[in-house]
């Protein structure tokens, strides 16, 4: 079974990165979470990111706030797909400067980079990388895209009357 890992630099990156986790378990897609923060556990940093295909893990979902190196660092030593997820943090910019520290790699290093605070987004996409050979998975995601059009639709009925 495929399992994504839902890392953050900092616990103050749980209330954003809890919506990656809650969409994936909503898809039965097993999550480890964990704090590895690029600046002040680079150790961890480089043994996570160099380990985690050996442990199960499929996608990587890395959040991080201020200057948001650490989906760039983890992509430049996995080979794992890495998606990025700006936080918009205390100490940052707007949240501008994650948003491009996170949107602006280097080729060769690619980090598919979701909204600001947009933790959401990105589970669902690492559920659809895994679905792409995982028809269980597959299947889970049609039905709940089906269930957003409904909710459109139904809305847009209910304005009408």
């Known amino acids: 079974m495929s ?3 839902v890392i953050m630099g900092s616990i103050s990156d749980m209330p954003v990165m809890q919506d990656a986790i809650d969409i994936l378990k909503g898809f039965d897609i097993d999550v480890e979470v964990d704090i ?3 600046h002040r556990t680079p150790e961890k940093l480089f043994d996570f990111s160099k380990k985690a295909h050996t442990r199960g893990i499929s996608v990587i979902i890395a959040g991080a706030g201020g200057a948001a190196h650490l989906p ?3 992509a430049s030593m996995s080979p794992l797909p890495v998606i990025g997820v700006p936080v918009k943090s205390s100490n940052s910019i707007d949240g501008w400067d994650s948003v491009l520290s996170i949107l602006q790699m280097p080729g060769g290093v690619p980090v598919a980079t979701v909204a600001l605070n947009g933790a959401k987004n990105a589970g669902i996409l690492a559920a659809q ?3 792409a050979h995982d028809q269980c998975v597959l299947d889970k ?3 709940y895209k089906d269930g957003l059009k409904q909710a459109v ?3 847009s009925e ?3 009357k």
Do not use: Q, W, Y
């Open 3 to 5: 399992k994504v890992a």
């Open 36 to 38: 590895v923060s690029a």
């Open 72 to 74: 760039g660092m983890v």
């Open 129 to 131: 990388i895994i679905g």
């Open 141 to 143: 995601i049609i039905f």
């Open 153 to 155: 639709l139904e809305a």
């Open 158 to 160: 209910n304005l009408k």
